[in-house]
């Protein structure tokens, strides 16, 4: 086996691919896909959510999906009709199953939150429901996901 063309693969921090799914108060950003590393059954990357932005009720399909907080506080809704409800800081992992009705919310009106996203898929799988969201707004409603169906 040549290790050096199919042993480890380094994405830099510039190298980051913002050719992803892009919606409004949202900043996405692909590291390691099957172009840039090779990987399968994985897909990596940052996110960045503007201040007092929220998605719209979905889910992510069969996707598994990990978030790490790097900077900011995140809250999260999920269930039947988003009653439950939790907020991740720098330092968390949060973990979403598949199929988890859930909302992501920047609990912060004056500062982004940052986070590394892990999938377990290539798919940019959006699942957008028909949820109407408890969690009240200063902001106009953005929904971070298009909406598209799968």
Request: aromatic content about 6%; charged content about 25%; overall charge negative.
């Amino acid at each position: 086996m040549d290790w050096k063309q199919h042993g480890i693969r380094i994405v830099r921090a510039g190298e980051l691919d913002t050719n992803t799914p892009q919606t409004p108060g949202m900043t996405r950003a692909a590291a390691i896909t099957h172009a840039t590393a090779g990987a399968n059954k994985l897909w990596a990357g940052t996110v960045v959510v503007q201040p007092d932005a929220k998605t719209g009720a979905h889910h992510h399909g069969e996707l598994e999906t990990v978030l790490y907080i790097v900077k900011g506080r995140a809250r999260f809704r999920w269930g039947e009709k988003l009653e439950f409800v939790d907020e991740a800081g720098p330092g968390d992992f949060i973990y979403v199953p598949p199929f988890v009705p859930h909302q992501e919310i920047n609990a912060k009106p004056d500062e982004p939150v940052e986070a590394v996203v892990v999938r377990s898929g290539q798919e940019p799988i959006v699942v957008n429901l028909n949820i109407e969201s408890p969690e009240p707004s200063s902001a106009p409603p953005d929904s971070f996901h298009p909406a598209r169906h799968r």
